[in-house]
C-alpha cells in the first residue's frame, strides 16, 4: 500500500516538473506565457521577467531578476549583457563593467556586447581593443554596411594609428580574412582608411588572391579609376 501511494506520488511530481520545464521551454517563443511558468521551472521565462523590467524601467527589480537569469543560465552572453545594464542602472557602474568584460569572453560574436566593448575601449583609450571589438563585428554576415562604415568613421580617424594597425594585423594573420575583407572593406571604409590598412595589411603579410580582389577593384574604380589602381596596387595585384 505504502509503495503504490509512493509510486502514485511520484508519478505525480514527474508530471507536474515535466509539465513546468514544457511550459518554460515554450515560453521561449511565447513571451506571454513567461509569467505563468512556476518559479522553480523559470529559464527562458526568467529571460523575459528580466527584459520586461528593465523596458518598464524597473530598476530594482531588473537587477534582481537579471541576476536570477544569470544564476540559472550562467553561459549564454546575453544573459550577461541584460546584468550589465541593470547593473548599470542600479549605480553599480564597476560591476556593470566587469559584467560587459565576461560576457565578451563568452559571446565573442554577441553583436551588443560587442559595441559595447568597443566603446568602453574607445572612451578607454585602448585602440587595439576597439580594433579586435571591431573586428568581431566585421565578420559577422548579418552586420549592416551602414553601421559598420559609422563605426569606422570614428575608430580609423587620421590620428588612430594603433587601431589601424591592429586591424591590419587581423585581416593579414588569416586567408578566410582575405575574401571577407575584400567584400566589405571598400563598401564601410574611406578611400584613405581603405588604401591605408590594406597597404598595412600588406606590409604585415596579407597576400590576397588577384582573381578574388577583380570586383572589390572594379568597385572602387567605377567611382575613381585613379583610386582603383592605386587600390590594386596596394592589394599587390597591379
Not at 40 to 54: E, I, N, R, S, V
Not at 104 to 115: I, V, Y
Amino acid at each position: 500500500m505504502i509503495a503504490r501511494v509512493l509510486w502514485v506520488a511520484f508519478i505525480l511530481v514527474l508530471t507536474a516538473t515535466t509539465a513546468g520545464f514544457q511550459l518554460d521551454r515554450q515560453s521561449r517563443y511565447v513571451p506571454t506565457i513567461a509569467s505563468s511558468v512556476p518559479e522553480p521551472f523559470k529559464a527562458f521565462a526568467q529571460y523575459h521577467a528580466t527584459t520586461d523590467a528593465l523596458l518598464a524601467e524597473q530598476d530594482t527589480l531588473a537587477l534582481q531578476e537579471a541576476r536570477e537569469l544569470v544564476a540559472r543560465r550562467p553561459m549564454p552572453a546575453e544573459h550577461l549583457r541584460l546584468l550589465s545594464i541593470a547593473e548599470y542602472r542600479a549605480e553599480e557602474p564597476e560591476s556593470s563593467v566587469y559584467s560587459i568584460q565576461l560576457a565578451a569572453r563568452r559571446g565573442w560574436r554577441d553583436r551588443p556586447t560587442q559595441r559595447t566593448m568597443l566603446e568602453l575601449a574607445l572612451t578607454a583609450g585602448d585602440e587595439p581593443e576597439a580594433a579586435r571589438r571591431y573586428a568581431a563585428l566585421f565578420v559577422r554576415r548579418s552586420e549592416e554596411e551602414g553601421e559598420l562604415r559609422r563605426l569606422a568613421e570614428n575608430l580609423f580617424g587620421p590620428d588612430r594609428e594603433d587601431a589601424r594597425s591592429t586591424f591590419a594585423e587581423i585581416v593579414s594573420g588569416a586567408e578566410r580574412w582575405h575574401r571577407i575583407y575584400l567584400r566589405k572593406a571598400p563598401a564601410v571604409f574611406s578611400t584613405e582608411v581603405l588604401l591605408d590598412i590594406t597597404q598595412r595589411a600588406q606590409a604585415s603579410g596579407a597576400r590576397f588572391d588577384c582573381k578574388l580582389a577583380e570586383q572589390s577593384v572594379k568597385r572602387v574604380s567605377q567611382g575613381d579609376a585613379d583610386f582603383g589602381k592605386a587600390y590594386a596596387e596596394a592589394l599587390g595585384c597591379l
